[in-house]
Each structure stands twice: as C-alpha cells, then as structure tokens.
C-alpha cells in the first residue's frame, strides 16, 4: 500500500526530472498545480518557526492531522538530560507539533517515549513534560508491559512480533520526532531507530541483529503520518547519551517527509559533514530501503531546502 | 483531652512517615521528610547527633515515654493493632497489670547495645523503626502501588494518564519474610496485650524507660482519693498500673493517655509532683519478676524460634534463582550503594530500614541476602536486574538517617566509584553475531564503555575502567543470555574515579545540506 504510493511517488519525481529537464516545468506547475514536495530541509532559525517554514511547504498540518483525530508525537525522550545536551528531541519542535495538532482541530495529542534512564527524570529533565502540558497535550507513561500490545510484523525479516504501546495503537495518526545523534551501536538514530521508543522489548533488537529489527520494526502496518528529524542540536559523538556539551554541534537542522528513509538518508547525509558516516554503516537505511519503506536516492525527490536568517 | 492530643500527633507522624515509606512516586521528600526518620532514637544514635539525642532526652525527661506513643512507627502500629482488637472484640477488652520484666527487657538492651557497637543491623532486627521500615518497604508498600495500579487502570480506561502504572515485585524473599514475621509477631502480641514489645523486646523502649523513671511530668495517683476500682488499670495496655497499689511503673509507662479520662475519682493526674505527702511514688517490679510465666512471652518465643528454623529454607530458596552454568560469574565482592564509604561503613551503621530500598527511584537497591556475609542480611547492595544507578541521581545518600550511605553531591556522585566494569568480550554478540549493538555503551554516561570500530563498519565494546563509577547501566541493559557479556565487580571500598578527559566544545560551522 505504501510502496505503491512510493513508486507513484517515484514515477512522478521521474516525470518530473524528465520535464524539468526539457524545461517545461513552469508550464505543467501552471497547468497541474505545484508537484508535491517529498522532503523539506530546513537551516537555520529557531526550532518553532523552523517547523512552521518546514510544514507549510508540505501543504500545512491539516493535510496530515483530521479534525477530532486523537494523535500521538513520538519524541525522543530517552535520557535524563538537558535540552542542550540534545539527547532528546527538542521540546521547543515538540511543543509546536503539538500546537499545530491542536489547530488542526485534533481532539486531543499525547506525548510519549519508552525511556532508557527513569522515565519520570527524563520527562522533567528534557523539558519536553512542561513544554507539552503547556501547549495543551498530555505524557502517557510507557514504564510498564501492560501499556503495550502485541503486533505482527508479517514483512519483518528477523523480528516478526513485538509489542508497541497503545497510544500508537490507538490514535488516529502518529508523528515521528526523532532527534538527529550518533549512536554507538546503530552509529546513527534518527526516525527509523526512534521506532525503538515505541516497542516493550528492546533488548531483543541488540541480541538479534540491531540494524535488521530496525527496519523489521519499521514495516508495522500503522506508519507515521510525518517523521520530523530535529537537528536543531546534532550529538556528534558519545551518542545516543553524550556527556558533555562537547559532544553537541549547534547545527540548526530541520528534515520532515513522510519517507522515513528518504528523510534519515537526508539527515545521515547532514550529519556526515560533521564526522565522517558512511551511509553502509547506518545499515537500516539500506535495509529500510529492501523492505520497500522508501527510498535512498535523494536526487529522485523533490527536496525543498530553506535557509532562514 | 490529654489522650486526643496524643492520638492527633502520633496518627500524624505515624501517617506521614509510613507515606514517606511507600511513597513510590516521589511525592514527599526534602529535609523536613527526612526529619521523620533521623528523629527516631536508633539513627539518631547512629550518627551521633548530639542535638536529636538531646531533644529526645529532654522530651522524655519531661514528659515520659511520649516518643512511645507518638513518635516511634512500632509503637502506633501496635496501638492500631489493638484498637482494632477492641472494635471486633465480642468481649469488652481489658488490660491487667502485669509484674515488670525487668531482667528481660535490661538483658534485651545489653544485648542489643553489645551487637550495636559492632553490627547494628543485628539489633536493627529489634529496633522498632527499622523493623516498622521493613514492614513499610515489603507489606504496606506493594499494597500501595497495587492499589495504584488498579486506580491507574481504571483512569486509563477513561483516558486519563493522572495515575501511571509501577512494576510491583518482590525485591528480597528473606526480607520480606521477616518482614511478615515481625508484623505478625508484633502485631499478635499487640492484639492480645498490648504494648508487650516495648516493654519486654525493645530496646529503645528500655533505654527510653531509664530516662523516664525520672522524668519531671508523670502520670501519678493520688491515693488519698483512689479506691482502686481498677478502671484506669483495664485500660493500661502498658499493663504498668498497679490499681491495688495505687502506682504506676512510669518507666514502662507509654504516655498514651488513655487512663485519665476513665477514672471517676479524678485521682490521676499528669504533673510534675503531687503534694507532699500523697505522694505516692513508683516502684519498679521486682527482678524476680523477670522468672514469671507470661504466655504472650512464651508464645513470642516460641514463634521467634520457629522463624529462626524457617529461615535457612527461605534463604535456600533465594539462593536456588541464581544462574549456573560455564559462563556463569560470581561478582567477587557486592555493590555498595554509592556513598556507603566501605562495606566496613555499611556494616557499622546500617539497620537495614530500607528507607533507601524504598526510595530509590531506579529499584537499584535491594536488600542483600548473604553478600555481605550473615552480619550484612538485608543491608542494601545494587542490582541491575530490574534498573540501574542513574547518575545524576543522590537520593539513597539522602534519605539514609543513619550515615550508612553518607551524603554526596552530584559532581561527588559522578566519581564515586563503588565498582568496576568487566567485559566478556567472548559472548558479546557482536563478535559472535557479527551484528551491531552498543546497547553498553548506549548506557554509559561515562563512556567508560565505548563502542570502537570492529569490522565491516560494526562497532565493539571497549573499557576503560578508570573513568567507569559502576552504576551498571551496561550490565542491566546487556542483551546476552543466560549470562551477561558485561558486568560490574563490586568495591569493598569506595573511590574516587578518574574524571574523564572533557574535551572542548568545538565550534562546527555547517551552511550546506550536505546533500
């Protein structure tokens, strides 16, 4: 179902490159309305108007988010840490994902992560509980199994089944907010590894073949609606805990498609000028990619980039 | 008015330092919490602060055992208990005066004070405060967080996450047996006498009792009124009025209160002296008393044998959970909880309260079993089975009242290295696997465990044990089964760790894409 949207997706982009290049792309924007935009990149700015900027180039919250829809964010939460640190997920994005939700006439928006270090800690201390409390949504703990329920996986090539909380189960849309990092075992975590927040079990993927349950987990049926790669502070090294704020480069990212590979491929891409990262050693994109999650090659999509001041 | 002023103030602090106990959300802490455990007589002693033993002197100097009745958690729980005893009672409930057991309650105290000197966990096992804490941390606690989760349920059937579930388990077997032991045994002598344990086992209650024989307000007969109707005596659940006699024995007075109102005369009075000449003062029971069968006493025994011969099966029990096998490892020595200084420290102040077992909000802390060796039985040791020590965090040293875990600051808790890791680099899966992992290393906030490359663009485990602190975050995440391919080997002694290299932050211009 999804790949059929994503080889549409490519036939157009294909289409597209083809007209371009014969330059009668202005011509078919005027008669077919704007071709859609695959992914936005976004630098510079803050986190909030980064995501306005980022979102509207994608045709507005709206297009992604019903009214009266019950919808879950995803960040990542996992680890007691300061937003300077980024080991978590900007609360700033957080909270204007949740807002933005909010105007679109979503019935109510939760917020969660199955955490590493003690959830409640990790609540606080990433800023993320009061930013979204205040911006109206509500945290739903995922400290206990029975908040989880068993899904299959038919597409899964190691990990078959596995246990994903109810707030994913039971919404109506979910947006994946992953935060740009290094990460010693998968080498990088960004929207496909984020995935690891919404599962019970984890320590099946370390003892199983990490990269492969990535992408396994990936295929669940019920995808996000938009996965939005902060990377406002990009964790460049220690990852994903970091110990100092030398581990942090002030990069002012921002990367949303509704590709979850495409836009991890963009990020991994970002994140390569900061220290070499080949993309072989993030082996889920690849992975993602054969799974048919999405695609890779950047240069089939219609990438907007942004500069803000 | 008297006994209403007494039940107001003890079911307060009896409330609050039982919530403070089972309190597994971290609603109440601080300072003034704190208070509620460092003014029991016990820690107090424990930490040699003059001023809370001073307080208590002068409290019970002047007023008598009111710390017995107010103060101490045993005590208002035995009151509980036989409030409770009186309500289902068919029978109307009625205290007898009982001959002191003098020899017993000074051979108790001896004893306890002897093992305090040396291994206060041994007479931590009388002392009423640790004994209600365990009660607090194994029975009243998973009650409450049962009780919680249903709540949680409920609220989360409505859509509501106002309440979060918490994983209810049982941290040590042996120490909630003896939990239940002491709660039951307390609790029977309770319902049928009263206040027997203090005035027969406890320690404090003796010590106490020295103190308030002297003490200058006391509850005093006027025997020039009294006809020793004996009403006030049926109400004694210290058994320590003599009706006949027209006396009270005030060191095993409690201070509850409870007689004054009853007698009809007027003749009981709580002042610092009758007029002279009616005074009529109180004798101690004669040691000889001592010998007197008591059933409750025998039964106490009795029981307190049988828990003694039950214990060594419990305690076969726990050890037959440990893995076996050709990988297996056996840590050398048991983690101290970070500021225990020694276990030497640990052994000579703790009395295994478990109030840092109940407070610690990872459920690092257990109770140990025989780590320590038999003198060490419940004191708290880490273990990474259900989490790890969070770095920031310094609650155990905290909450501690008795200087078993002395206080540290977090930049202090970032070096205190109470172990170290090992790695097995022979059953990590990404040698035998070939497939990425990390999940050590994730865990580290020392990177004293770094992920290094391997081969084909897989990364592996490396340590450095100078920078590691020992929080096991590595060994509690460790994917491989049955045994783990890392872990932590425990100090006897504390120390400081190297502080690792902090590099500067580097200022990375980035303006493109990069794709």
């Not at chain 1, 179902?1 to 005027?30: E, N, P, W």
């Not at chain 1, 999509?301 to 001041?309: E, P, Q, S, T």
């Not at chain 2, 009294?226 to 201070?255: F, L, P, W, Y």
Request: glycine residues 8%; aromatic residues 8%.
């Amino acid at each position: 179902m999804d790949r059929k949207q994503f080889l549409r997706t490519l036939a157009l982009a294909g289409a597209a490159i083809t007209v371009k290049s014969k330059g009668g792309m202005d011509l078919m924007a005027q008669s077919q309305g704007k071709k859609p935009v695959d992914l936005v990149a976004v630098m510079g700015g803050e986190p909030e108007e980064m995501f306005r900027q980022a979102i509207e180039e994608l045709g507005g919250i709206s297009k992604f988010i019903k009214k009266g829809w019950k919808v879950t964010v995803k960040p990542n939460i996992g680890w007691d840490k300061a937003p300077e640190l980024a080991g978590n997920t900007n609360p700033k994005l957080v909270a204007e994902i949740v807002r933005q939700c909010f105007q679109a006439g979503a019935k109510e928006v939760t917020v969660f992560d199955h955490t590493c270090d003690d959830w409640i800690k990790c609540y606080r201390n990433s800023g993320i509980e009061a930013a979204i409390k205040a911006a109206g949504g509500k945290m739903a703990p995922a400290n206990e199994e029975s908040y989880y329920r068993k899904v299959q996986l038919p597409l899964g090539k190691k990990l078959t089944s596995t246990k994903v909380h109810e707030a994913i189960l039971d919404c109506d849309a979910w947006i994946n907010v992953p935060v740009l990092k290094h990460h010693g075992g998968a080498n990088l975590s960004i929207s496909m590894k984020n995935y690891m927040g919404i599962i019970w079990d984890r320590r099946i993927f370390h003892r199983t073949d990490m990269q492969q349950c990535i992408a396994d987990v990936c295929t669940m049926e019920k995808k996000p609606v938009l996965n939005v790669v902060d990377a406002y502070r990009t964790m460049k090294t220690n990852g994903p805990q970091g110990r100092t704020t030398a581990d942090v480069v002030d990069t002012k990212g921002l990367f949303i498609s509704k590709d979850i590979v495409a836009v991890d491929t963009a990020a991994a891409k970002f994140f390569g000028q900061i220290r070499d990262m080949p993309l072989e050693n993030v082996g889920h994109l690849a992975k993602g990619q054969m799974l048919g999650l999405g695609t890779m090659e950047l240069d089939k999509l219609n990438i907007k980039r942004i500069k803000l001041g | 008015m008297l006994r209403e002023a007494r039940v107001a103030v003890s079911v307060a602090l009896f409330s609050l330092i039982t919530f403070y106990f089972i309190d597994f959300a971290g609603l109440m802490s601080g300072d003034a919490a704190n208070l509620l455990a460092r003014m029991q007589l016990v820690p107090a002693a424990l930490t040699a602060s003059f001023a809370m033993l001073a307080g208590l002197a002068v409290l019970t100097l002047l007023l008598g055992r009111v710390y017995c009745s107010s103060i101490c958690p045993m005590g208002v729980y035995q009151d509980a208990v036989a409030w409770l005893s009186k309500r289902v009672a068919k029978r109307k409930k009625r205290y007898k005066f009982g001959k002191a057991k003098t020899v017993l309650r000074v051979s108790m105290l001896a004893v306890a004070l002897a093992i305090f000197l040396k291994f206060p966990l041994v007479s931590g096992l009388i002392d009423p405060y640790s004994a209600y804490g365990r009660i607090a941390a194994n029975i009243f606690r998973p009650a409450y967080m049962l009780g919680n989760n249903a709540l949680a349920t409920v609220f989360m059937h409505f859509g509501s996450y106002t309440f979060y579930k918490t994983d209810v388990f049982i941290a040590s077997v042996f120490s909630f047996a003896v939990a239940l032991l002491t709660m039951m045994l307390v609790g029977y002598l309770a319902w049928r006498h009263g206040r027997t344990y203090c005035n027969t086992v406890c320690p404090v209650g003796t010590a106490l009792g020295f103190l308030s024989r002297f003490s200058i307000f006391k509850i005093r007969i006027d025997a020039s009124k009294c006809n020793s109707c004996g009403v006030c005596e049926m109400r004694c659940k210290a058994a320590c009025i003599n009706s006949k006699q027209h006396t009270i024995d005030s060191s095993r007075c409690v201070g509850c209160f409870s007689c004054m109102g009853v007698c009809r005369r007027n003749c009981l009075t709580f002042s610092p002296a009758l007029p002279l000449g009616k005074a009529a003062t109180a004798r101690e029971g004669s040691p000889a008393a001592g010998n007197a069968v008591d059933g409750g006493r025998r039964r106490f025994l009795t029981a307190g044998v049988a828990a003694a011969a039950a214990a060594p099966a419990a305690m076969a029990g726990e050890r037959a959970g440990s893995p076996t096998g050709a990988t297996r490892y056996t840590r050398q020595h048991p983690i101290l909880p970070p500021g225990a200084v020694s276990t030497d420290n640990m052994l000579r102040h703790c009395t295994s309260c478990h109030l840092c077992v109940s407070k610690c909000p990872s459920q690092v802390l257990k109770p140990a079993f025989l780590e320590y060796g038999l003198a060490g039985i419940m004191q708290p040791t880490m273990d990474f089975e259900k989490g790890f020590c969070n770095y920031d965090c310094t609650i155990c040293s905290e909450v501690c009242p008795s200087d078993a875990i002395k206080r540290l600051t977090k930049e202090e808790k970032h070096l205190n290295q109470g172990g170290h890791v090992v790695l097995n680099r022979d059953i990590c899966v990404v040698p035998t696997e070939e497939v990425s992992c990390g999940a050590c290393s994730e865990h580290c906030p020392t990177q004293a465990v770094t992920m290094i490359p391997y081969k084909n663009g897989l990364t592996i485990p490396h340590i450095n044990t100078e920078i590691c602190i020992g929080c096991g975050g590595c060994e509690f995440i460790c994917p491989v089964r049955p045994f783990r391919a890392i872990y932590i080997e425990g100090h006897a002694v504390q120390s400081k760790a190297k502080p690792f290299e902090e590099q500067k932050k580097e200022e990375k211009e980035i303006d493109s894409f990069g794709f």
